[in-house]
């Protein structure tokens, strides 16, 4: 059999799959409600949420709570092209203000607020915020993850307090600049970075490795979490029951227990 | 082909349907791989490409990138072809235990392989205070990057070259032997050259696989403008940011990939 013949049959299954990928597809499944609910949350929220799950499917029966975990900015993304799912928390406000603006969710809240932290690695000379000149090692988040935005700005004020050297010497020990903050957290508590800063939530899962130190208030900022149902959720109803359940006492106080701070009065 | 009379028309079907029967997964498998980067060049507008380009990420990335991974595949190509010839004519169990070994690194998650190589070279790791006597700290440089790039590509090229040189007939290098040609003769003049299309081969892999490299470079080099941020790694930085930034730097890894592997491949046909 000729080339040209190989081809041709080739260019014929081609177009049949191409001619099938076309048709519509997609409406069989919408027959039965799902019995799930499908939270997508900002990686540090995981542990916080995983208590708050077992509440959940204890006071509904029959229904399984499904998260997906990962950095606000990726979960944005998939929420963008598409993702199914009910409900969405943010570890910033931008990216849940860029999906309010394009419709693709429901009136956001903020329910938990977190406190950026220095940590160091354990034995470290360094007992306060002004000694990180002191590292040899410091190592924050990129410039557009939000834990790498939060650090610069407190770095910037620390900058006025403390004069243009201060400032210098730091920015001279910065090694790496991470893509989230865990694995900011990582490179401390495997003693290759002498400092990081991270939230106080991801500083309380590090268990000695990592000793958190206090950012003076007047330099630190505030990390808003706010929440919102997708506006195509397939489970409205259940998105609004999350809700409700993060935002009750019991919801406040899981999270107060991982570490998540009130959210100064405005 | 003839129509009329005969078997001919009846094979003819026969082979039409065979060929269809091989086209279907082929064609199937060409478009896993081919429809995503479609995907990823047809969503793209000019402008944005041009964007992209013009990002402050792209030329420092792109210049350790092309550094890093030419000194880890030079490296590997030095190093990686004396052994592989002691590979391909050990027969025994210490060297068919040593090739496994070598090749385990291919199934290491690369983030598993980055803290492999911190608690290997890392401060805290196994050689790390060693090292730090003699003044060297791997852990955020880019000679790390380097490092990282070479554990997780030479195991490419390492089998390439195996492969390659047990091809080579054992009948030529006896020849050449017995014409008076010494053993380094014999392997650079004999078996190099006979292994060369598999030398070749391998080494375009594990450079493309150096090139693509990013968990165990993240974990063990870092993440750092200029000094540790290649390619791979300033994608991942850009999407942070930017889709539309993040594909076009993609596309240039890809754009750069395709014509390095094109350059290899019809060097090695010469």
Known sequence: MSMARVAAVFALVAAVFAGAGAMPVGHAAAAAPAQELVVFEASSLKDAFAVLAEKFQARHAGIKVATNAAGSQELRTQIEHGAQADVFASADLKHMDKLRQAGLVLAPTVFACNQPVLVVRAGSRVKSFKDLPDVERLVVGAPDVPIGTYSDQILAAAARQFGADWSKRVQARIVSRELNVRQVLAKVTLGEADAGIVYRTDAMTAKGKAIPIAIPDALNVTAEYPIAALAAAPRADLAAAWIALVMSPAGQAVLAQHGFTACPKK | ?270
Do not use: C, K
């Open chain 2, 1 to 270: 082909m003839t129509t009329s009379r005969g078997r001919r028309p009846q094979r003819g079907v026969r082979d039409a349907a065979w060929t269809t029967a091989l086209a279907v997964p082929a064609v199937v498998l060409v478009a896993a791989l081919v429809l995503p980067l479609a995907g990823l060049l047809l969503t793209a507008s000019p402008s944005e490409l041009a964007g992209g380009l013009r990002h402050p990420l792209v030329g420092p990335a792109l210049r350790l990138s092309l550094l890093t991974t030419v000194i880890a595949v030079a490296f590997i190509i030095v190093a990686g072809t004396p052994l592989a010839w002691f590979l391909a004519r050990w027969r025994t169990r210490a060297g068919r235990v040593l090739e496994v070994l070598v090749q385990i690194p291919v199934v290491v998650p690369p983030a598993v392989a980055g803290v492999a190589l911190l608690l290997a070279f890392g401060r805290q790791g196994l050689f790390g205070p060693a090292l730090a006597r003699v003044g060297v700290g791997l852990p955020f440089s880019t000679p790390a990057v380097v490092l990282a790039e070479i554990f997780v590509a030479a195991p490419f090229f390492l089998q390439g070259a195996v492969d390659a040189f047990r091809r080579v007939n054992e009948d030529l290098l006896v020849v050449a032997h017995s014409l008076g040609a010494g053993r380094t003769r014999v392997f650079f003049t004999v078996a190099v050259p006979l292994a060369l299309p598999g030398l070749v081969g391998g080494a375009a892999m594990a450079w493309a696989r150096a090139l693509g490299e990013f968990g165990a470079t993240l974990m063990f080099a870092g993440n750092l403008t200029g000094r540790t941020q290649t390619l791979p790694l300033a994608i991942y930085t850009a999407l942070e940011s930017d889709l539309s930034a993040a594909r076009a730097i993609a596309l240039i890894l890809m754009a750069v990939a395709f014509a390095l592997l094109l350059a290899i491949r019809a060097g090695a046909r010469r």
